[in-house]
């Protein structure tokens, strides 16, 4: 018998005692990543380069730093851009420990915290896992054509690696497109300040 297919019987056998809700809504978690483990298939090239466990992507935008720093900002406008995500909300503008809340288009909601932020330069979010943590680091940078923003993806935790097998595959075939949409946001929001500016300075 596969070594999943036995954790996964295991697992399910098992009896958590009521004081102990959360145990088992980690383990039905832990069941369906188990479940996943056989089922995934190589990321294509096109995929963000690095491990399931551990990517990256970086993007050059004719836009300036802060145009890709205010897309970054706006928690509600995620959706706009993070095509997995059904709604995106913080507690209050990002700062270091400020938590938000994400509602993907599959699964449960999920809490996230904001790890570090430097302004206009980088920040991280870390969404906690059942025994794993999801962190997520942006940092952008100034360059000649505009700015040179990255991406980057890791898994951590003693379960880090099975929710790197579960997600990591899909995470990193959804990045590129995720990084293209941020940039034409940042592109079009920039278009519209010239426009704007353009406009009030004629007489």
């Known amino acids: 018998m596969p070594r999943h297919s036995s954790l996964s019987a295991l697992v399910r056998g098992h009896r958590f005692p009521s004081r102990c809700a959360p145990c088992g809504a980690a383990a039905l978690v832990l069941v369906g990543a188990v479940a996943a483990l056989g089922a995934q298939s190589p990321p294509p090239p096109s995929a963000a380069a690095g491990t399931d466990g551990h990517f990256a992507h970086t993007v050059t935008v004719a836009a300036a730093p802060s145009q890709v720093w205010a897309v970054w900002m706006d928690v509600a406008r995620w959706p706009a851009w993070d095509t997995e995500l059904r709604e995106a909300s913080a507690e209050a503008p990002l700062a270091a420990n400020v938590r938000g809340r994400l509602v993907p ?47 980057d993806v890791r898994f951590t935790g003693p379960l880090g690696w099975l929710f790197a097998r579960q997600l990591g595959p899909a995470f990193r075939r959804a990045l590129p497109d995720v990084m293209n949409r941020v940039a034409a946001q940042a592109r079009a929001d920039s278009s519209e300040q010239t426009a704007r500016a353009a406009g009030a300075a004629r007489p």
Do not use: C, Q
């Open 105 to 151: 288009l599959r699964g449960r909601p999920a809490r996230f915290r904001v790890a570090a932020l430097v302004p206009e330069r980088s920040y991280t979010l870390d969404t906690a896992l059942p025994l794993a943590t999801l962190r997520i680091t942006r940092t952008l940078e100034p360059t000649a054509e505009g700015t040179r923003f990255t991406h």
